[in-house]
């Protein structure tokens, strides 16, 4: 059973940058594709980022296209996604999800396991 813990959420200023981290264990990391989702209060889960096995990488919500970048590193069983010029629209829960395999998208319904969030915050 994979469990994964999402930190490195905060408040931060319009403008400003966060690196979120996931950390993996319990499984044999490399074997999972790794998605980043937020959801805003009274919004559904989006898909942000997702990355596969192989570390081939989505940019999934056109919004946050050019902002952020989601990177792995196998060795620390770690995904990280980094969080570039924030807009207050981007405030949410962030979670990250892992499958095995690779889906065919960066969307909620193809992940299985599932981190508890961290909020992030962007506010003057």
């Known amino acids: 059973q994979l469990q994964l813990v999402e930190s490195g959420g905060g408040l931060v200023q319009p403008g400003g940058s966060l690196k979120l981290s996931c950390l993996a264990s319990?499984?044999?990391?490399?074997?999972?594709?790794i998605g980043w989702f937020r959801q805003a209060p009274g919004k559904e889960r989006e898909g942000v980022s997702c990355?596969?096995?192989?570390?081939?990488?989505?940019n999934y919500i056109e919004s946050v296209d050019g902002r952020v970048a989601i990177s792995r590193d196998n060795a620390k069983n770690t995904v990280y996604l980094e969080l570039n010029s924030l807009k207050p629209e981007d405030t949410a829960i962030y979670y990250c999800?892992?499958?095995?395999?690779?889906?065919?998208?960066?969307?909620?319904?193809?992940?299985?396991?599932w981190g508890q969030g961290t909020q992030v915050t962007v506010s003057s």
């Open positions: 319990g499984s044999t990391f490399n074997y999972y594709s």
């Open positions: 990355i596969n096995l192989r570390g081939e990488s989505t």
């Open positions: 999800a892992a499958v095995r395999g690779t889906p065919m998208w960066c969307q909620a319904y193809e992940y299985d396991y």
